[in-house]
C-alpha cells in the first residue's frame, strides 16, 4: 500500500512539474506558433486552399513588421499548417498533433462546422485557444471556454433567409433540401423552418439527402409539386451546383436562396451563370461594401494570390489576427493570459465587421444578403442581430 | 399521376446507371469469382478520360464515348495483368485485398495528379426538356436510359452467341477442363475486364453529363451501389445486374418520394437486406447444389 501511494505521489509530483516547466516555457518562448487547420485536399479543397492563403498573408504582413510586440520583445510568428480533409477524424488528429508535437500557442480553423466540432473539445481540453473561421454551427463553442469563432452562428444565417425571403421577396410558401449528415446543412435549414413559419410563411416541403448524392430529382419533383415561392438550399456549392441544374431540369421554377456555402469562385463553374441568375445568398461580407479595411484586405489578395478573396479568407484572416491581437495584449505566450485577451476583444476592426465577444465565444456581428446577377455578386442588404 | 410519372423516369434514369456499372462487376465475379472492388474507380476513371477528350481534343460525344471506353478497357486490363494475374492461384482472400489497394491506388493517383477539387463536366449535349403529361423529360435523360439497354441487350448477345462469350461461360462453368478445350484463360479474362472497365467508361461519361460535378472519390459510392445492386439481382448474372440495377434505383427514389427523405437510405437498405434474408443468392440467383 505505502508503495502504491509513493508511486503516485512520484507520479502527481512529475505531473506537476511537467506543467510548470512548460508553462514557464509558454512564457519565456522565443516565437509565437500559430496553427491552421483547413482541408486542403478533400471535397472542399478550394476552401482549404483559401485559409491558408489568407492566413500567410497575415503571417506575412506580422513579419514585414517585425513580430508581434509580446511584452517587451518582438517575437517572430510561425504558422503551422494541418490538412483536416474536412474529415472529423483527421480534423482530430490535426488537433493533437498541433497542440502535443507542434505546442502551438492557439490554432486558427478548421473552416467548416463538422471538423471544427470535432477539434474544439481537443482544444479546450488543452486550454489552448482555438478561433474557427467560418464553423457557424452552434454547438462549436458551447461550453467551451478557449473557443471562439470569427464569423455568425446558423440560427442567424437561417433567420436571415427567413426573414429576407419573407420581408423582402414577399414569399408565402418555402420548401428546403438539405443535406442531413452534415451539421452545417442541417442547422440552416432548421432555424429557416422555424423562423419562416414564425414570420407568417408556410413551409410546404422539408426535404434531405445524404453527403456525397448526386440525384436529388426525387426530393425536387416532390417540391415542384408543393408548389413553393423560395426554396432555401443551405448546402455547400458543389452539391448546390447538381441541385439548381436539376431543379431546372425538372422545371421547377422559383427563387433559389442559400447561405455562404454557396460562396466559392468554384460555384460558377460548376453551375454555369445562368443557372445562378437571380439567386440569393447570405454571406459574411460582399466585397463591393465600402469599407477601407476590407478594400485594403482585397487588394493585398489580389495582389499575392490573383483572385478575389471568398469569405473563408476573409474569415481566417480576421480569424488570425485577433488572435495576434489576442497575444499582444496579453504581453505574455501563456496560453491562459491569450484566451483571457481574445475573449475581452471588442469592436475589433475585421475586415467582415467590427467584432466583440461579449461573455461567449460568438462574436456580435452582422450578415449581409448577396444576390448573384451577371455572374457576379452584388449587395442586396445587411440585417443585423 | 404526373408526379409519379415524373418519379418513374428520375427511378430509370437512376437505375441505368447502377445497372450499367452493375454489369462490370457482375461480369468479372462470373468470370473469375472475384469481387472487382475497383470498378468504382474505373467508372471514375471514364469519367476524367471523357473529360479529357472533351475539354483538351474538343470532340462530340459519340468519339468521347469511344476513345474513352478503349481507354478504360486498356486500364481495366493492365490493372488485370499487373494486380490480379499474378495472384490468380492466390487464396481468395488475397485478391480482394489486392482489389481494394487497387481501388485506394487509383483513387488517391488520381487525386495526387490532377487535385481533389472537383470539375465541371463538359456539356456534351445541349440538354433540353420537353413536357410528358405533366411531367418533364430531358433529351438527357432519354440517352442515358436508351444507351443502357442497348448496352445491355449487346452484352447479352456477346455472351449467348458469339465464341469469346461461349468461352466466358466455359470459364465460369469450369476452368480447369477449360485448358483441354484449347481455350486461353488469359484471353478470355482480358476480354471480361476490357469489356466490364468499357461499361463503367460509358456510365462514367453518362454520369459526367447528367451530374456534371466530377471528382477522383466519386466512383466510390456510386461503385457501393451498383455492387449492391449486383448483389440483389444475383452476381453473376448479367439479367441480374439490370434487375438489381433498377430495382435499386426505383427503391431509391420511391422511398425519397413517398416517405419522409431522411429515412431514405434506411428503408432502401433494410428492403435490400429483406430481400437477400428471402433469397440470399439474389433475385435471380438460383440456389448453388452442392454434390455429394
Known amino acids: ?31 509565437v506558433k500559430v496553427g491552421l487547420s483547413a482541408p486542403l485536399t478533400g471535397d472542399i479543397s478550394q476552401i482549404g486552399q483559401s485559409s491558408k492563403n ?39 488528429n490535426v488537433f493533437q498533433k498541433l497542440i502535443n508535437q507542434d505546442k502551438v500557442q ?39 471556454s478557449y473557443v471562439f469563432r470569427a464569423c455568425f452562428i446558423d440560427p442567424f444565417q437561417g433567420k436571415v433567409n427567413a426573414a429576407f425571403a419573407a420581408n423582402t421577396l ?64 443551405p448546402n455547400y456549392y458543389n452539391e448546390v451546383a447538381l441541385q439548381l441544374q436539376q431543379a431546372k431540369q425538372l422545371g421547377l421554377n422559383a427563387k433559389f436562396l442559400g447561405g ?50 471568398d469569405a473563408t479568407a476573409a474569415l481566417t484572416y480576421d480569424a488570425i489576427r485577433i488572435f495576434f491581437q489576442g497575444v499582444e495584449k496579453a504581453g505574455s505566450t501563456d496560453k491562459k493570459a491569450i484566451r483571457d485577451a481574445v475573449a475581452a476583444t471588442k469592436g475589433f476592426k475585421g475586415v467582415t465587421g467590427s467584432i466583440s465577444y461579449a461573455g461567449s465565444g460568438d462574436p456580435v456581428k452582422s450578415a449581409v444578403m448577396i444576390q448573384i446577377t451577371g455572374g457576379k455578386y452584388k449587395y442586396a442588404g445587411t440585417v443585423n442581430p | ?63 468521347t464515348l469511344l476513345l474513352a471506353m478503349f481507354l478504360a478497357a486498356v486500364l481495366g486490363i493492365a490493372i488485370e495483368r499487373v494486380a490480379y494475374r499474378p495472384l490468380r492461384k492466390a487464396p481468395r482472400m488475397s485478391l480482394i485485398i489486392t482489389a481494394l489497394g487497387v481501388s485506394l491506388f487509383l483513387e488517391n493517383f488520381t487525386r495526387a495528379t490532377l487535385g481533389g477539387q472537383q470539375r465541371s463536366f463538359p456539356k456534351l449535349l445541349n440538354v433540353q426538356e420537353f413536357a410528358l403529361g405533366g411531367a418533364t423529360v430531358t433529351n438527357l435523360q432519354i440517352l442515358i436510359i436508351v444507351v443502357s439497354l442497348v448496352l445491355m441487350l449487346l452484352l447479352r448477345y456477346v455472351v449467348q452467341k458469339t465464341m469469346i462469350g461461349k468461352a466466358m461461360r466455359a ?51 456510386v461503385g457501393w451501389k451498383a455492387f449492391i445492386a449486383a448483389v440483389l439481382g444475383g452476381i453473376g448474372l448479367i439479367d441480374g445486374a439490370l434487375v438489381g440495377g433498377f430495382i435499386l434505383g426505383f427503391v431509391e427514389i420511391f422511398a425519397a418520394a413517398l ?34
Open chain 1, 54 to 92: 489568407a492566413a500567410e498573408l497575415a503571417v506575412e504582413e506580422v513579419t514585414s513588421a517585425g513580430g508581434l510586440k509580446v511584452g517587451d520583445k518582438k517575437l517572430p510568428v510561425k504558422l503551422i499548417v494541418g490538412d483536416d480533409e474536412n474529415k472529423p477524424e483527421s480534423a482530430a
Open chain 1, 260 to 309: 455562404d456555402a454557396w460562396d466559392s469562385p468554384d460555384l460558377f463553374k460548376l453551375t454555369g451563370n445562368d443557372l445562378l441568375e437571380g439567386t440569393y445568398f447570405s454571406n459574411h461580407y460582399a466585397t463591393d461594401a465600402d469599407v477601407p479595411e476590407l478594400q485594403d484586405f482585397i487588394k493585398k489578395y489580389k495582389t499575392k494570390y490573383n483572385n478575389v478573396p
Open chain 2, 171 to 221: 470459364v465460369s462453368d469450369n476452368k480447369e477442363v477449360l485448358a483441354l478445350m484449347g481455350i486461353s484463360l488469359d484471353t478470355v479474362v482480358m476480354a471480361t475486364f476490357g469489356i466490364g472497365s468499357a461499361l463503367a467508361a460509358t456510365a462514367g461519361i453518362l454520369v459526367g453529363m447528367a451530374y456534371p460535378v466530377i471528382d477522383p472519390y466519386m466512383g466510390i459510392a
Open chain 2, 1 to 63: 399521376m404526373s408526379y409519379f410519372i415524373q418519379q418513374l423516369l428520375n427511378a430509370l434514369q437512376l437505375g441505368s446507371i447502377y445497372a450499367l456499372i452493375a454489369l462490370g462487376y457482375t461480369m468479372v465475379y462470373g468470370v473469375l469469382g472475384l469481387i472487382n472492388f475497383a470498378h468504382g474507380d474505373i467508372f471514375m476513371a471514364g469519367a476524367f478520360f471523357g473529360f479529357f477528350i472533351a475539354v483538351m481534343l474538343k470532340l462530340s460525344l459519340v468519339p
Open chain 1, 170 to 233: 414577399k414569399a408565402k410558401k418555402a420548401a428546403v433540401l438539405y443535406d442531413v449528415a452534415s451539421d452545417y446543412n442541417k442547422g440552416l435549414a432548421e432555424v429557416f423552418r422555424d423562423e419562416f413559419k414564425k414570420a407568417g410563411g408556410e413551409v410546404v416541403a422539408f426535404e434531405s439527402y445524404q453527403t456525397k448524392d448526386t440525384d436529388f430529382k426525387s426530393q425536387l419533383t416532390k417540391i415542384k409539386a408543393a408548389g413553393p415561392d423560395v426554396v432555401f438550399l
Open chain 2, 259 to 292: 416517405l419522409p427523405s431522411t429515412y431514405r437510405d434506411g428503408i432502401a437498405f433494410a428492403i435490400l437486406i429483406i430481400v437477400l434474408l428471402l433469397k440470399p443468392t439474389g433475385l435471380l440467383g438460383r440456389p448453388v447444389v452442392k454434390k455429394v
Open chain 1, 1 to 31: 500500500m505505502k508503495k502504491i501511494v509513493l508511486a503516485l505521489s512520484l507520479v502527481t509530483a512529475l505531473i506537476v512539474t511537467g506543467c510548470s516547466t512548460g508553462a514557464s516555457a509558454g512564457n519565456s518562448a522565443s516565437e
Open chain 1, 106 to 144: 492557439g490554432i486558427i480553423g478548421p473552416p467548416t462546422s463538422k471538423c471544427a466540432n470535432a477539434g474544439a473539445p481537443i482544444a479546450d481540453g488543452a486550454q489552448t485557444v482555438m478561433i474557427s473561421s467560418w464553423a457557424t454551427n452552434v454547438n462549436v463553442t458551447k461550453g467551451k
